[in-house]
């Protein structure tokens, strides 16, 4: 079965200070994953994904993100955090074959960015 | 192009009673689901369908049904409202690549309360 974790519940960081958002995957076969924001009182903005290549894949906002295959991780950073980045950030995963089509999200990280 | 809209985008709703959640997509994607996003739960998929005429349940499916007759059309009927169903809901679509299908792309949410 899929299963995406989230273990931080909040994370915290001053502007301009570098952040990451942890994100730990299962999934049988090779995973599809990615990222979103979530603003208040708004739906899910996509952010980036890896489906395949590089490890390090860019995305929206100047956020970019880690595929770690033997430590099963896909991590979320930013080099210098802003405080308009203070939002919800989900992680999703979906196996990466066409029978297999659920995307299973993250419980969510709340990121708080102070001034 | 309207991408994937939900109606209503909110909705009071009395225990018992029943009503159809609505979302339609205009980028002709095969695959669509439903999401409820409950505090701390992060999004739990409800259902979803790879295209018309193909349904299937998702991790929390009971008290929800679905339907698929068009590619646009992904309506979701809650048949006897109850408290617990008391959520936000997201529609999102995606579509395929080679090896499966990529990210969701989401409606702005319906937020529903029952009474």
């Known amino acids: 079965a899929q299963s995406v974790a989230q273990p931080e519940d909040q994370v915290n960081v001053a502007e301009g200070n570098p952040l990451t958002v942890k994100c730990t995957y299962s999934?049988?076969?090779?995973?599809?994953l990615f990222w979103y924001v979530q603003y208040p009182n708004r739906g899910l903005q996509f952010l980036l994904k890896?489906?395949?290549?590089?490890?390090l894949v860019k995305g929206s906002y100047g956020f970019e993100a880690e595929f770690n295959k033997s430590q099963t991780s896909f991590h979320l950073k930013k080099p210098s955090a802003l405080v308009s980045d203070s939002a919800l950030y989900f992680c999703?995963?979906?196996?990466?074959?066409?029978?297999?089509?659920?995307?299973?999200f993250g419980s969510g990280t709340r990121l708080s960015i102070r001034p | 192009n309207a991408g994937v809209t939900q109606t209503p985008k909110f909705q009071v709703l009395k225990t018992g009673q029943s009503m159809t959640l609505q979302c339609a997509q205009d980028?002709?994607?095969?695959?669509m689901s439903w999401y409820r996003q409950d505090p701390g739960m992060g999004l739990r998929l409800i259902h979803y369908?790879?295209?018309?005429?193909?349904?299937d349940q998702g991790e929390v499916p009971n008290g929800y049904n679905v339907s698929r007759s068009t590619t646009e059309d992904f309506p979701l009927r809650l048949l006897s409202a109850a408290p617990s169903q008391t959520s936000v809901y997201f529609c999102?679509?995606?579509?395929?690549?080679?090896?499966?299908?990529?990210?969701?792309?989401f409606g702005q949410g319906t937020r529903l309360t029952v009474v």
């Open positions: 999934v049988s076969g090779n995973p599809y």
């Open positions: 980028m002709n994607h095969e695959y």
């Open positions: 999703a995963v979906r196996a990466g074959y066409s029978s297999a089509s659920k995307i299973i």
């Open positions: 890896y489906i395949t290549g590089d490890n």
């Open positions: 369908s790879v295209g018309a005429g193909i349904t």
């Open positions: 999102a679509s995606s579509y395929s690549i080679a090896g499966g299908y990529t990210e969701a792309f």
